[in-house]
């Protein structure tokens, strides 16, 4: 298990499960939508990060996924960012989060670690925060040959870049 990522374009509502189920959609029949739609889930615990989007349905183009690594990987990944851009461990960042309001990169650090989405807002500013950090998390110390750290940078650098753009999202699962 681990952590996948999906970046999306041209994203809009369809219909939730509730109003699906309200209409007398059978759960079977739901399941079908899975199938046919882009499932959006916004983790209620970090729903500003979502920009306003809800829970349900929606059309979009897939642009763009990518592995973020195993859980404790993409941990890791998350501590490195958190010590280059606000010299402090995450938990530090998810136990004080009104004292890293408008610092980079916060609304990744203190986000979900398995599900959720980030909408367009977010992910432009989380765009800005990678394209400003780059030269640094270039020097970053490495652990060995293949740069983990660098190379998870610079996928979800592309993955907020494309979500910016045409009512973009990139999404946890």
């Given at each position: 298990?681990?952590?996948d990522i ?8 369809v ?9 007398g959609?059978t759960?079977?029949?739901i399941d079908?939508?899975?199938d046919?739609?882009?499932?959006i ?6 729903a ?5 989007l ?5 059309t ?5 996924g990518?592995?973020?690594?195993s ?16 010299d ?11 004292n890293?309001?408008d610092?980079p990169?916060?609304?990744l ?7 959720g989405?980030?909408?367009?807002e ?14 640094r998390?270039?020097?970053?110390p490495?652990?060995?040959e293949y ?10 650098m ?8 045409d009512?973009?999202v990139?999404?946890?699962h």
């Open positions: 298990m681990g952590l999906s970046v999306y374009q041209k994203v809009n509502f219909t939730s499960k509730d109003e699906l189920l309200e209409a959609v759960e079977t029949e079908s939508y899975y046919r739609y882009v499932w889930y916004v983790n209620p615990s970090f500003k990060q979502a920009d306003g809800k829970t349900g349905f929606y979009g183009n897939y642009v763009n990518f592995r973020a690594g859980y404790s990987g993409y941990g890791y990944f998350r501590e490195k960012l958190s010590r280059l851009a606000l402090v461990e995450p938990a530090q960042v998810w136990n004080n989060p009104d890293f309001v610092k990169f916060v609304d650090i203190n986000f979900s670690d398995c599900e989405v980030i909408g367009p977010t992910s432009a500013r989380l765009f800005r925060d990678f394209e400003r950090h780059l030269e998390a270039k020097t970053f490495k652990e060995n740069d983990f750290f660098l190379n998870t940078y610079l996928s979800f592309n993955a907020f870049e494309l979500a910016s753009k009512n973009g990139v999404r946890f």
